[in-house]
Nanobody, 119 residues
Framework: QAQLVESGGGLVQPGGSLRLSCATS????????MKWYRQAPGKERELVAS????????DYADSVKGRFTISRDNAKNTVFLQMNSLKPEDTAVYYC????????????WGQGTQVTVSS
């Protein structure tokens, strides 16, 4: 059974940094594209960043380009999101997602971790 467990969220002042982690188990991590999404209160869930299965290709939402960095450690089945220069508008629940197409879409989600950017 696939499990994704996010950690590293919390309260941080504007301009600060946080590093989110998503530890996974129950599936072949290195075969999956990994993504970070976020959802702010009253808003739809949005894609923040994604990383290819090998880690060689990354992509970011325009709102976080230059501030956030996604990375993965396939030996440890973990994906990370380094968030710098945080803004109040980054406040949201952040979710880890694993995605793969193998005749059908295989799609797994974590439970989310709260990030609050406030002075």
């Amino acid at each position: 059974q696939a499990q994704l467990v996010e950690s590293g969220g919390g309260l941080v002042q504007p301009g600060g940094s946080l590093r989110l982690s998503c530890a996974t188990s129950g599936f072949t991590f290195s075969n999956y594209v990994m993504k970070w999404y976020r959802q702010a209160p009253g808003k739809e869930r949005e894609l923040v960043a994604s990383v290819s299965s090998s880690g060689s290709v990354t992509d970011y939402a325009d709102s976080v380009k230059g501030r956030f960095t996604i990375s993965r450690d396939n030996a440890k089945n973990t994906v990370f999101l380094q968030m710098n220069s945080l803004k109040p508008e980054d406040t949201a629940v952040y979710y880890c997602n694993a995605l793969k197409y193998d005749r059908i879409w295989l799609n797994y989600w974590g439970q989310g971790t709260q990030v609050t950017v406030s002075s």
